[in-house]
């Protein structure tokens, strides 16, 4: 019973970046959604203490970069130049899309309108957070196109030249899909 456990527990380096590369954008958002919100109303936005609403708007920053960066993981771990400049346009889009689903989860109406330009006006005013954002996104794309380059690399087994008796009834598109085998 513990081998079960410990093997569904097992990643490969490429899933074990993906998932540092989650954890690392997920506290960046996190951190940026209570710096956004610090700011909001000066001193009074967020109270001194730890109350549910302070807990609420760090959940809905961690919520929105979880979602945020699963909605633009297309863009990131491409390799080369062009793998760079698209995670540029993927940091954009993962900002906007966690500053939409922080907002929303925080204030429903307002904040799914206003978090966006709200994060837009606090990278223009301070430059350094919005660096810090882009870092982070650097840092998850490298470390995601290591699973990426992982699935590239897996060796399949050599293909004989006649079909499989199992495979036979099967398409050739079927074979070359689900067995990667080709007619």
């Given at each position: 019973m513990s081998s079960r456990r410990t093997s569904m527990f097992r990643m490969s380096k490429g899933e074990k970046a993906y998932a540092v590369a989650y954890a690392i954008v997920v506290s960046v958002a996190a951190?940026?959604?209570?710096?956004?919100?610090?700011?909001?109303e000066s001193v009074d936005a967020l109270p001194a203490?730890?109350?549910?609403?302070s807990v609420w708007t760090l959940i809905s920053g961690v919520i929105g970069g979880a979602l945020a960066l699963y909605a633009a993981r297309g863009w990131l771990g491409e390799r080369?130049?062009?793998?760079w400049?698209?995670?540029?346009?993927?940091?954009?889009?993962?900002?906007?899309?966690?500053?939409?689903?922080?907002?929303?989860l925080i204030s429903p109406v307002y904040g799914t309108f206003y978090a966006p330009v709200?994060?837009?006006?606090?990278f223009m005013e301070n430059p350094t957070i919005g660096l810090g954002w882009y870092a982070a996104i650097l840092v998850a794309h490298h470390l995601m196109s290591s699973l990426r380059y992982e699935g590239e690399t897996w060796d399949y087994?050599?293909?004989?030249?006649?079909?499989?008796?199992?495979?036979?009834?099967?398409?050739?598109?079927?074979?070359a899909n689900l067995y990667h085998q080709r007619d």
């Amino acid at each position: 019973m513990s081998s079960r456990r410990t093997s569904m527990f097992r990643m490969s380096k490429g899933e074990k970046a993906y998932a540092v590369a989650y954890a690392i954008v997920v506290s960046v958002a996190a951190g940026l959604t209570m710096y956004v919100m610090a700011g909001v109303e000066s001193v009074d936005a967020l109270p001194a203490g730890q109350s549910f609403y302070s807990v609420w708007t760090l959940i809905s920053g961690v919520i929105g970069g979880a979602l945020a960066l699963y909605a633009a993981r297309g863009w990131l771990g491409e390799r080369g130049t062009f793998g760079w400049m698209r995670a540029l346009v993927g940091g954009t889009a993962a900002a906007l899309i966690a500053a939409v689903i922080a907002g929303t989860l925080i204030s429903p109406v307002y904040g799914t309108f206003y978090a966006p330009v709200m994060l837009a006006t606090e990278f223009m005013e301070n430059p350094t957070i919005g660096l810090g954002w882009y870092a982070a996104i650097l840092v998850a794309h490298h470390l995601m196109s290591s699973l990426r380059y992982e699935g590239e690399t897996w060796d399949y087994p050599a293909q004989d030249d006649e079909p499989h008796e199992v495979t036979s009834p099967l398409s050739s598109l079927s074979r070359a899909n689900l067995y990667h085998q080709r007619d």
